[in-house]
């Protein structure tokens, strides 16, 4: 079955310095989703990206997503205590499909 | 705003009892999830519905069943309960597939505890 590996797993940084996770898919994807789950909270679902080559950003969130539909990123400038969490990337099985498969997501740390 | 409720959030059982997870969502959502998180093995899926009495394994669904007699209550039952399914879960709630593009929307979640 796809798999969706993400790295890293743990990330601690300096409050104002940047963070980026990654994720790989096996297969190509129709989309990719992020999603960030707060400490003792549930995921909540921050953007998707559907083209090839997409860029979007979020105020200081820039997320993008690979030419070959397999690969993604969210890079963070200047991280707040407020960024604080665990970052899930997420691809579907198939266009179409319900499906979701998660990475096993970064966990960010912010040392004020 | 999408709503979706867990009826608990915190939950005790003993092995081998029957245990119901309810989850009921505002938006009129076509589909709904139940998904299962665990430390260093993340979101797992399994059983999703994408309309009402129809009802699909995901990737782990041994030792659960689910209902879904109205749009908008999803049912996760387990029939005898394990100390292996000891975790948090999860249901979700979307409008499309998420292979069209369209996202989930989770409840709090249940952390249960099989003693």
């Known amino acids: 079955g796809q798999q969706v590996m993400q790295i890293p797993q743990y990330q601690h940084v300096q409050e104002g310095e940047d963070f980026t996770t990654y994720c790989n898919s096996s297969?190509?994807?129709?989309?990719i989703q992020w999603y960030k789950q707060r400490p003792g909270g549930h995921p909540v679902f921050l953007i998707q990206l559907v083209k090839s080559g997409e860029v979007k950003k979020q105020k200081r969130l820039t997320f993008q997503f690979g030419e070959a539909k397999k690969n993604s990123s969210l890079h963070i400038t200047a991280t707040q205590t407020t960024d604080v969490g665990t970052y899930f990337c997420?691809?579907?099985?198939?266009?179409?499909?319900?499906?979701?498969?998660f990475g096993k997501g970064t966990k960010l740390s912010v040392i004020p | 705003d999408v709503k979706v409720t867990q009826s608990s959030r915190y939950l005790v059982k003993r092995t081998g009892e029957k245990v119901f997870l309810e989850c009921v969502q505002d938006m009129d959502h076509e589909n709904m999830f139940w998904y299962r998180q665990d430390p260093g093995l993340g979101l797992r899926l399994i059983y999703f519905?994408?309309?009402?009495?129809?009802?699909e394994k995901g990737d782990i669904p041994e030792g659960y069943s689910v209902s879904r007699e109205k749009k908008e209550r999803f049912s996760l039952i387990l029939e005898s309960a394990s100390t292996n399914q000891t975790s948090m879960y999860l249901c979700?709630?979307?409008?499309?597939?998420?292979?069209?593009?369209?996202?989930?929307?989770f409840g709090n979640g249940t952390r249960l505890t099989v003693t």
């Open positions: 997420a691809g579907p099985d198939g266009a179409g499909s319900y499906q979701l498969t």
């Open positions: 519905s994408y309309d009402v009495k129809m009802k």
């Open positions: 297969t190509t994807l129709s989309n």
């Open positions: 979700a709630s979307s409008l499309d597939p998420p292979g069209s593009a369209s996202p989930l929307h």
